[in-house]
Structure formats: structure tokens, C-alpha cells
């Protein structure tokens, strides 16, 4: 793994994404209307994009779902656990803010306060401090050695993402004639969770055709790391994940094109600086191949 803050290497995705259907992006993160319209997330422009931070859900969420089947089917990368936690779930989470209900017995954790105490990070923080002062390093190693394969990759509370979506920007704004539609809803009831009779109200689209420029940061991560999310991204490639709103109304399918992976390493920084460094294309197939290969049953 080596020192956690040095450069290792940047490694850039980019592709296009071509919608198939409209795709309803609110600005509002609720589905539940409040009366008012839905509007499109645009910027200041009025420009529709698409928030790095839901792309990612999206691909985050699937690579977590992959991970969960190799974990079950006893899948490992040469001995390295594949698996996932829930982030939603304190329970299960890989690693926990606190273990137990008051964590009063960890002043000076040993390491066996409690069934959850290896994975507690007050613990864990309690363990790294040597001589009244914390050992950041000693800190970030166990949490990165406790967290999951898929917080390892996208972050944590704990432990920063290494891999940053940017938002995705339309196009092609000319080509479309009109650049947001506006749809007819259907009211929910906040109690029931179902239709409302009677209660309807707009929300914007934007049309199928919209091509979107998608670009994603990943540093620090080796071959076969990117061959899993790029593993995910296939998934979006093929169309098979949709995004954004209201998605089973057949809204948010689309297809990724023009997949492209480049990759600068730590020894071509300077040369990249001073803007003589030509990037290393990497064939997304090859990194897939990278992790494929990797896999194997655990004893
Ligand atoms: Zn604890
Ligand atoms: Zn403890
Ligand atoms: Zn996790």
C-alpha cells in the first residue's frame, strides 16, 4: 500500500452518456412533491447536468450489490476479501462509530472491550494514541485494513473516496430543441405510499438524445480495483442500470459510449507538468481481464 498520502498515480475515465429515454434529475432530492413543480437540476446557465454525487451513487451501489454475490459465492482477489458493508446499517457497517451503547470501558482499549471493539472506530482511535498523542498513520492503516472492499474504493466517514465523479454536462444543448420537458405526476400519498387521486403535478425531463459528458478521478488504486468499477461502468455501458428519477416509469436508461481509461503514474508527474507527458491509454478489457483473472476460492 505504501505511504497513504504520497502519488501514486491518477488514473481519468471519461465517456459520453447517451440517454435513450427522458431523465428526470430534480433539484429536489425528495420524490415526494410538495406542491410545487420538480424542477431540473441546471446551473447557473440553466445548462441540465447530472451531479457527480449520483452517478457515483448509482455505481457505487452497483459495485456494492457485485461485490455482495462474490463475497456469498466465497470469491476472493489473491486471498484479499471481496465484500461489502451496508452503509446504511450501523449493525453492519465495516467499521463503527462506537461499540456498544456508551463505549465507557474503551478508555484504554485493548482491544477486547466488546464483541464490536475491532471494528469501533473510538476504539481503534484509543488504540493508535501512544503516550497521550494519536498516531495518525498507525489510525489510517487500521482503518483501512477493517473497512470493506467497496468504502476502501468510494470512502467512508472514515476514509477519503478515491474515486471523485465530476457532474456530467449536457452536450449537446444545441442539437435539442427543447432541453426540458415537462411531465405530468401523479400526487403520493405521504402516509400510504400510494397514488393520490386528484393531486397531480410537473416535473421536468430532460429528452432522450441528451448526451452527457462523464468524467471520473480515481487516485491512488491499483490494476485490479479499476478493473471492478470498471466492471460497473460496463453495466452502465450496456444500458443495464438506470438513472436519476422515477425510473420505473421507463425513465433514466441510457447507454455509455467512447469509454475511455488514461492513466498518469507517479515518475511522469514532472514530465506531465511541464506538459511533455503523453498518458498511458489502458484498455478498460485488459483491467477487467486484471481482476477477473484474480479471483479465486478461498480455502
Ligand atoms: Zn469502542
Ligand atoms: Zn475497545
Ligand atoms: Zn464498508
Known sequence: MGDFWAFENRT?????LVMKTALSIGSQASLLPTG??????????????????SLKGV?????????CTLDEMGLS??????????PLDERVRCVTATCGRECTSCERCEGDCCDDCRRCKRCMTQRAAQDGHLNDEVLTQELFELSCTACRLFG????????AFQDAMLLNNEELL???????????????????????????????????GVRIVVENVEDWELGLLLLALEALVRGEIPLGGKT?????????????????????????LTDRAQLEALPPEELIRVFRSGLSQGE
Open 12 to 16: 481519468t475515465i471519461t465517456a459520453t
Open 36 to 53: 410545487s413543480d420538480l424542477p431540473v437540476i441546471k446551473t447557473p446557465e440553466g445548462l441540465p447536468y447530472i451531479p457527480g454525487s
Open 59 to 67: 455505481v457505487r451501489a452497483y459495485t456494492e450489490r457485485l461485490l
Open 77 to 86: 482477489y489473491r486471498d484479499q476479501r471481496l465484500w461489502a458493508c451496508d
Open 156 to 163: 467512508s466517514p472514515w476514509l477519503a473516496s478515491r474515486v
Open 178 to 212: 427543447r432541453r426540458v420537458e415537462v411531465r405530468d405526476g401523479v400526487g403520493i400519498d405521504r402516509d400510504l405510499g400510494t397514488a393520490k387521486p386528484g393531486i397531480k403535478y410537473d416535473f421536468e425531463t430532460v429528452p432522450s438524445g441528451a448526451r452527457f
Open 248 to 272: 420505473s416509469r421507463g425513465l433514466g436508461w441510457g447507454e455509455l459510449r467512447d469509454l475511455r481509461v488514461e492513466r498518469l503514474r507517479a515518475d511522469q508527474l514532472l514530465d506531465w
